[in-house]
C-alpha cells in the first residue's frame, strides 16, 4: 500500500510543549471544595429510596408524584386542545 505513509511522517510542523491550564478550586453545589468529579457518593441514599416499598420506580417519593400526575394532566390537556383545533379545522365554517 503505497498510498499509506509509515508512522512519523504525517506532520512536519515541530511539536512544542503542552499549554497548561490551570483553574481555581472547584465548588461543588453543596459548597465543598474539590475537583469536577468528586462528588460525595449517593448510592446508599438512593439505594435505600428505589429498594423500598413496590410502588414503580417512577413514583417513589412524593416529588416524583407530583411530577407524573402534572404531565398526565398536561397531556390530557394538550389531546383536548389538539382535538378541539382539529374539529375547528376539519367542520366547515358557519356564515
Given at each position: 500500500m503505497a498510498f499509506v505513509e509509515?508512522?512519523?511522517k504525517l506532520s512536519?510542523?515541530?511539536?512544542g510543549e503542552p499549554t497548561v491550564i490551570k483553574y481555581n478550586p472547584v465548588v461543588n453545589n453543596s459548597g465543598e471544595k474539590g475537583a469536577l468529579f468528586?462528588?460525595?457518593?449517593?448510592?446508599a441514599k438512593y439505594q435505600r429510596v428505589f429498594q423500598s416499598?413496590?410502588?414503580?420506580?417512577?413514583?417513589?417519593?412524593?416529588r416524583d408524584r407530583v411530577i407524573y400526575s402534572g404531565v398526565m394532566y398536561g397531556s390530557l390537556l394538550g389531546l383536548l386542545f389538539a382535538g378541539a383545533y382539529f374539529a375547528k379545522i376539519a367542520l366547515p365554517?358557519?356564515?
Open positions: 509509515s508512522k512519523g512536519s510542523v515541530p511539536k468528586s462528588k460525595p457518593n449517593l448510592v416499598g413496590a410502588e414503580p420506580i417512577h413514583l417513589k417519593t412524593p365554517r358557519r356564515n
